[in-house]
T-cell receptor, first 116, second 113 residues
């Protein structure tokens, strides 16, 4: 049981390049999300998904796209990278409890992205 | 939307002392309040959580208290040890938010031997 797996762990991009951060979980969690972590800013929600085929925006969605074709995978795409997207990105998943309760978030190890 | 404020941003204590971190939230409909610990270079991990129908919860040296009227909750760590040194994040979520957690900005706790 690997939990939440993110790749790559490190990436350097040039301004304007595109890339995809991969996220996979093997816990059969319905809920998955992406956060970015910047110094002094905590963890900010980018996009989330409550199940295959369903995605929605979080607090800071601009410049990012997501899709959820399977329960296991939730990739994050940067369409045209900007220096402001330099950050550590965390994928997380949780057992979906519908609209009633929230449960523990399990985080991946993080992906450190630098945009030059 | 929900806004979570966390204080202090840094906290330094001597080993064996207690540490308290406080958070306030804005959305009175929030009903779930977890605390995550993040060691340097690692992923955040849940250490304790509390739901709005409970005023206090304890797990060994850590405890969380919730005051719904004042909309604030606190993390208490007793008998601190060097391995408690980390960044701690509080978060809040409300029913119907599909599990979305809104995090505070974090508190860096340093425990000096």
């Amino acid at each position: 049981n690997a939990g939440v797996t993110q790749t790559p762990k490190f990436q350097v991009l040039k301004t304007g390049q595109s890339m995809t951060l991969q996220c996979a979980q093997d816990m059969n969690h319905e809920y998955m999300s992406w956060y970015r972590q910047d110094p002094g800013m905590g963890l900010r929600l980018i996009h989330y998904s409550v199940g295959a085929g369903i995605t929605d925006q979080g607090e800071v969605p601009n410049g990012y796209n997501v899709s959820r074709s399977t329960t296991e995978d939730f990739p994050l795409r940067l369409l045209s990278a900007a220096p402001s997207q330099t950050s550590v990105y965390f994928c997380a998943s949780s057992y979906a409890q519908g609209a009633v309760n929230t449960g523990e978030l399990f985080f991946g190890e993080g992906s450190r992205l630098t945009v030059l | 939307g929900e806004n979570v404020e966390q204080h202090p941003s840094t906290l330094s204590v001597q080993e064996g002392d207690s540490a308290v971190i406080k958070c306030t939230y804005s959305d009175s409909a929030s009903n779930y309040f977890p605390w995550y610990k993040q060691e340097l270079g690692k992923r955040p991990q849940l250490i304790i959580d509390i739901r709005s129908n409970v005023g206090e919860k304890k797990d060994q040296r850590i405890a969380v208290t919730l005051n719904k009227t004042a909309k604030h909750f606190s993390l208490h760590i007793t008998e601190t040890q060097p391995e408690d040194s980390a960044v701690y994040f509080c978060a809040a979520s409300r029913a119907g938010s599909q599990g979305n957690l809104i995090f505070g900005k974090g508190t860096k706790l340093s425990v000096k031997p």
